[in-house]
């Protein structure tokens, strides 16, 4: 099947300080990739689809100026959380579906802020 | 809206069946999917149903009645590995768009 990573798997960070999260499709090409966050616990919520070359859309409740998306390129898609605070504390996980649709997720990042 | 419900919890004896059922109300339906996740983990592809019927892959099945809003997945000769979340997802429109995630039923599989 298709391959997607995540980079970092894990990051500890400071309160006020960002994090980008990276998303690669190795491959394959992705038009679009989906950035989901998970608590403890919780199932996997959508925050937002990322659309190369245009911009990302945010479901409701996340703030695009908190959370920005960019996807640069048809394999590449980044998710900055800016001035993270701890409750921004969560496991990140991206998917990209391949052209049959079927959506292949990356392993996951988990941040801390502290 | 949409909406995924599934049990938060099963608990089945190692080598025997069990079964995880989920319902869903959504404005679209294009497939069902079912995913397994460990802790600290990603979710992994188990199976996917875009008609009625019965799917298998080795020790996992999926069911699918569309007519119901209705499917399960089937997990046979239980193993500690087993042990671990489940989660099933519509794909509710067409083209490229994102999964809605149930709750997901955290499976245990006891000795």
């Known amino acids: 099947g298709a391959v997607v990573s995540q980079h970092p798997s894990w990051v500890i960070c400071k309160s006020g300080t960002s994090v980008k999260i990276e998303c690669r499709s190795l491959?394959?090409?992705?038009?679009?990739m989906f950035w989901y966050r998970q608590f403890p616990k919780q199932s996997l919520m959508l925050m937002a689809t990322?659309?190369?070359?245009?911009?990302?859309?945010?479901e409701q409740g996340v703030e695009k100026d908190k959370f920005l998306i960019n996807h640069a390129s048809l394999t590449l898609s980044t998710l900055t959380v800016t001035s993270a605070h701890p409750e921004d504390s969560s496991f990140y996980i991206c998917?990209?579906?391949?052209?049959?649709?079927?959506?292949?997720f990356g392993p996951g990042t988990r941040l801390t802020v502290t | 809206g949409q909406s995924l419900e599934q049990p938060s919890e099963v608990t089945a004896v190692e080598g025997a069946i069990v079964q995880i059922n989920c319902t869903y109300q959504?404005?679209?339906?294009?497939?069902l999917s079912w995913y397994q996740q460990h802790d600290g983990g990603a979710p992994t592809f188990l199976s996917y149903?875009?008609?009625?019927g019965l799917e298998e892959t080795g020790r996992f099945s999926s069911f699918l009645s569309r007519s119901d809003s209705y499917g399960y997945l089937l997990l046979q000769e239980l193993q500690m590995k087993d042990s671990a979340s489940y989660f099933c997802?519509?794909?509710?429109?067409?083209?490229?768009?994102?999964?809605?995630f149930g709750k997901g039923t955290r499976l245990s599989v006891i000795a």
């Open positions: 998917s990209a579906p391949t052209q049959d649709y079927e959506q292949y």
């Open positions: 491959d394959f090409q992705a038009t679009t």
């Open positions: 990322s659309n190369e070359g245009s911009k990302a859309t945010y």
């Open positions: 959504t404005s679209g339906f294009y497939g």
């Open positions: 149903n875009a008609l009625d």
């Open positions: 997802a519509v794909r509710a429109f067409g083209g490229n768009t994102p999964l809605v």
